[in-house]
């Protein structure tokens, strides 16, 4: 990277199939599409230089273009975010690339911004993500709550849906709540779509795993994060609510 401002280009790779609340992508009951208030927010942060929604389908490039949204058409039949923006990035010239998953509509620019800064300032990762205690009404062994734990130099030892760590004695224990968002250096984005799944991945269903049993390093930055990304319908109400309630203020 150049001694200058890094040129940072943000994808947010998105598609109509979730299994947990499909269709979600364009869920807009608060008339604008999920995805889009995810690019909203990743605009609001000084770091990034472009946002780019990538995605295989055509109803999301329409409404895209309709909001004046950069978008990429890729093939289908990725396994997850990475893979997508991987094809996205091809002919992309960055110094970062972001990768802002589509279902974060309340990201803070901090957290974007904090987690770009970690992959700047650490020479020895290849990827930096975030992560966040888990707030007091967070129930710690929701597996829809990806938790994160980190060695003393701040890099992740594991990421997982089940409770990490476990604490034998029930002492208090601050777990840290994934953040979706990974930050790459070009080389290693482009080193992903080569890389064979492996085994916790496929049991996990976390694509970052892919990474750390490779021998990749994901150093992680801790912010203090606001709610979490939606993969259920309840969630997507709870965010409409909060949505509505921010508006009539």
């Given at each position: 990277?150049?001694?200058?401002?890094p040129?940072v280009?943000?994808?947010?790779p998105?598609h109509?199939?979730?299994?947990?609340?499909?269709?979600k992508a364009l869920a807009?009951e608060?008339g604008?599409a999920?995805?889009l208030h995810?690019?909203d927010a990743?605009?609001r942060?000084n770091?990034?230089?472009?946002?780019?929604i990538a995605?295989?389908?055509t109803e999301?490039?329409?409404?895209c273009?309709?909001?004046?949204?950069?978008?990429?058409?890729t093939g289908?039949g990725?396994?997850?975010?990475?893979?997508?923006i991987?094809?996205a990035a091809?002919?992309?010239?960055?110094?970062?690339?972001?990768?802002v998953q589509?279902?974060?509509?309340?990201?803070?620019?901090?957290?974007?911004d904090?987690?770009?800064?970690?992959?700047i300032?650490?020479?020895?990762a290849?990827?930096?993500?975030?992560a966040?205690?888990?707030r007091?009404?967070d129930?710690p062994a929701d597996p829809?709550?990806v938790k994160?734990?980190?060695?003393?130099d701040?890099?992740?030892?594991y990421f997982s849906?089940s409770?990490?760590p476990?604490?034998?004695?029930?002492?208090n224990?601050?777990?840290l709540r994934?953040?979706?968002?990974?930050a790459?250096r070009p080389?290693t984005?482009?080193?992903?779509?080569t890389?064979?799944?492996?085994p916790l991945?496929?049991?996990?269903?976390?694509?970052q795993l892919r990474?750390?049993?490779?021998?990749?390093?994901i150093t992680?930055?801790q912010?203090?994060?606001?709610?979490?990304?939606?993969d259920t319908a309840?969630?997507y109400?709870a965010?409409?609510t909060?949505?509505?309630?921010?508006?009539?203020?």
């Amino acid at each position: 990277m150049s001694d200058t401002r890094p040129e940072v280009i943000a994808i947010i790779p998105t598609h109509m199939g979730s299994t947990r609340f499909p269709g979600k992508a364009l869920a807009a009951e608060t008339g604008r599409a999920l995805v889009l208030h995810v690019a909203d927010a990743v605009q609001r942060s000084n770091a990034v230089s472009r946002v780019i929604i990538a995605s295989e389908n055509t109803e999301i490039a329409q409404a895209c273009e309709s909001a004046g949204i950069e978008h990429i058409i890729t093939g289908q039949g990725h396994p997850n975010g990475s893979s997508r923006i991987s094809e996205a990035a091809t002919g992309l010239h960055g110094d970062v690339i972001l990768n802002v998953q589509g279902d974060e509509p309340e990201i803070e620019p901090s957290t974007i911004d904090a987690t770009i800064a970690a992959l700047i300032t650490d020479k020895d990762a290849d990827v930096a993500t975030a992560a966040t205690p888990l707030r007091d009404d967070d129930d710690p062994a929701d597996p829809n709550l990806v938790k994160v734990v980190t060695g003393l130099d701040g890099h992740a030892l594991y990421f997982s849906r089940s409770l990490i760590p476990m604490n034998r004695d029930g002492e208090n224990t601050e777990y840290l709540r994934h953040i979706g968002l990974y930050a790459y250096r070009p080389a290693t984005l482009a080193a992903y779509a080569t890389l064979a799944p492996t085994p916790l991945e496929t049991a996990e269903r976390l694509e970052q795993l892919r990474l750390l049993e490779h021998g990749y390093r994901i150093t992680v930055a801790q912010v203090d994060a606001g709610h979490p990304g939606i993969d259920t319908a309840e969630q997507y109400q709870a965010f409409v609510t909060r949505w509505r309630a921010r508006q009539a203020n």
